[in-house]
T-cell receptor, first 112, second 114 residues
Framework: DAKTTQPPSMDCAEGRAANLPCNHS???????VYWYRQIHSQGPQYIIH???NNETNEMASLIITEDRKSSTLILPHATLRDTAVYYC?????????????FGTGTRLTVIP | DVKVTQSSRYLVKRTGEKVFLECVQD?????MFWYRQDPGLGLRLIYF???????EKGDIPEGYSVSREKKERFSLILESASTNQTSMYLC?????????????FGSGTRLTVV
């Protein structure tokens, strides 16, 4: 699986949009981009994933550049409960229990 | 609505003890995983299971074994606990069906070996 690069930390004001970038310049054509987050002392939580098109669900939006070498996770109205470490992961889809390389992620702090 | 349940949040065990960490999922997922998470090292895969009675070694299987006798349950066994196995242990499951097949994680078990 391709590796990803994320900034180690970011701050965001409560109520504002949080935009978390991720670089995955070596991504291959069949690799999806996944985002997870981990709130302190809990297991990672799935947020969203996509291949080429932008995706949106009840938690967030995922914007993937046309060349697929980078993406941005958008939390439209950040709350204090969104303070967590956010992980961007790329992996091949399909059957088989592939390893999930989490890396060190971005620590997002939402400020009141 | 808890979907992946790990039997204990915190455990303290003595060196040399045999330790069982239990994980149960109620989503009929085929794949199940055991990870450990340590500061600065991210999540490292210990063992995983494609389906019932199937198991595969991950990146760091030494000192561990697993059991998957039923689809919903995946147990991690520390044969003889050592202090370097002090860690946060995370269980996850994943479906191989449908489009949205992200991993669902349990809340974790923080194991301390003294």
């Amino acid at each position: 699986d391709a590796k990803t690069t994320q900034p180690p930390s970011m701050d965001c004001a409560e109520g504002r949009a949080a935009n978390l970038p991720c670089n995955h310049s070596t991504i291959s054509g069949n690799e999806y981009v996944y985002w997870y987050r981990q709130i302190h002392s809990q297991g990672p939580q799935y947020i969203i994933h996509g291949l080429k098109n932008n995706e949106t669900n009840e938690m967030a939006s995922l914007i993937i550049t046309e060349d697929r070498k980078s993406s941005t996770l958008i939390l439209p109205h950040a709350t204090l409960r969104d303070t967590a470490v956010y992980y961007c992961i790329v992996r091949v889809e399909g059957t088989g229990a592939n390893n999930l390389f989490f890396g060190t992620g971005t620590r997002l702090t939402v400020i009141p | 609505d808890v979907k992946v349940t790990q039997s204990s949040r915190y455990l303290v065990k003595r060196t040399g003890e045999k330790v069982f960490l239990e994980c149960v999922q109620d989503m009929d997922h085929e794949n199940m995983f055991w990870y450990r998470q340590d500061p600065g090292l991210g999540l490292r895969l210990i063992y995983f299971s494609y389906d019932v009675k199937m198991k595969e070694k991950g990146d760091i299987p030494e000192g561990y074994s697993v059991s998957r006798e039923k689809k919903e349950r995946f147990s991690l066994i520390l044969e003889s606990a050592s202090t370097n196995q002090t860690s946060m242990y995370l269980c996850a499951s994943r479906s191989t069906r449908g489009r949205s097949n992200g991993y669902t994680f349990g809340s974790g078990t923080r194991l301390t070996v003294v």
